[in-house]
T-cell receptor, first 112, second 112 residues
Framework: DAKTTQPPSMDCAEGRAANLPCNHS???????VYWYRQIHSQGPQYIIH???NNETNEMASLIITEDRKSSTLILPHATLRDTAVYYC?????????????FGAGTRLFVKA | IAGITQAPTSQILAAGRRMTLRCTQD?????MYWYRQDLGLGLRLIHY???????GKGEVPDGYSVSRANTDDFPLTLASAVPSQTSVYFC???????????FGQGTRLTVV
C-alpha cells in the first residue's frame, strides 16, 4: 500500500468548511483513497473513499487531483463533534482485507 | 449483538499473566484484524485473518497470538504480558468487497 502524508494538526471554526489535505504521490492505479476518523477513545469510523472521481456522501466530500497524487477531505459545515483524528489511507480494494497500516493522521480541532 | 463486540472493555493485568482479548462480529465478514494504538501514535496492525482457519502477521506481532476457528470470533492472546503491551486494542472486520472496515470500541489494557 502507498504511503500517505498528512499535517499533524489543523484548526477549524465551527460552521466553516474543514479541508484536510493528504499527499499520496506513490499511489498505484488500482489503489483507492480512503478516509477514516477516530473520535476520542472510540474505534475508527469510515467516512468516504474514491478512486479517481470526486465523491460525496452525507458526511463529507472527497476531492482527488487529476494525477491522483493528493486528495482533500472536505467537511462542509464543521461542528464541535467533528473534532477527531482523521486518517487518509490508500489501499487496494480487495477481499484480502484491510491490512493497511494506519498512520498518525491529522488531529482536527473544531472551535466554537 | 450489532457489528463488532470486544471484551473486556478494560483490564489491569499483572506482568507475566496470560490474557485473551475477545472479539466477535455478527456481519459474517471473512476478514478480521487486531490493531494496537499507543498514545500519540496511529493504529498498528498486530495480526489479521482473511478467512476462518487462516491467520497472518501484521506490523507488530511479537508477543501476541491469534486463532480463527470460525467466522465470527477472532481472539487475541498475550501468553505472558509485559508492560510494553499496555495499549488500547481494536478489533475490526471488513466486508467481502474490502470496501470498509468496521471497528470495535476497543479494549484498554494496562500491564503492571
Amino acid at each position: 500500500d502507498a504511503k500517505t502524508t498528512q499535517p499533524p494538526s489543523m484548526d477549524c471554526a465551527e460552521g466553516r468548511a474543514a479541508n484536510l489535505p493528504c499527499n499520496h504521490s506513490t499511489i498505484s492505479g488500482n489503489e483507492y483513497v480512503y478516509w477514516y476518523r477516530q473520535i476520542h477513545s472510540q474505534g475508527p469510523q469510515y467516512i468516504i473513499h474514491g478512486l479517481k472521481n470526486n465523491e460525496t456522501n452525507e458526511m463529507a466530500s472527497l476531492i482527488i487531483t487529476e494525477d491522483r497524487k493528493s486528495s482533500t477531505l472536505i467537511l462542509p459545515h464543521a461542528t464541535l463533534r467533528d473534532t477527531a483524528v482523521y486518517y487518509c489511507i490508500v489501499r487496494v480494494r480487495d477481499t484480502g482485507g484491510f491490512k493497511t497500516i494506519f498512520g498518525a493522521g491529522t488531529r482536527l480541532f473544531v472551535k466554537a | 449483538i450489532a457489528g463488532i463486540t470486544q471484551a473486556p472493555t478494560s483490564q489491569i493485568l499483572a506482568a507475566g499473566r496470560r490474557m485473551t482479548l475477545r472479539c466477535t462480529q455478527d456481519m459474517r465478514h471473512n476478514a478480521m484484524y487486531w490493531y494496537r494504538q499507543d498514545l500519540g501514535l496511529g493504529l498498528r496492525l498486530i495480526h489479521y485473518s482473511n478467512t476462518a482457519g487462516t491467520t497472518g502477521k501484521g506490523e507488530v506481532p511479537d508477543g501476541y497470538s491469534v486463532s480463527r476457528a470460525n467466522t465470527d470470533d477472532f481472539p487475541l492472546t498475550l501468553a505472558s504480558a509485559v508492560p510494553s503491551q499496555t495499549s488500547v486494542y481494536f478489533c475490526a472486520s471488513s466486508d467481502e468487497g474490502g470496501t470498509e472496515a468496521f471497528f470495535g470500541q476497543g479494549t484498554r489494557l494496562t500491564v503492571v
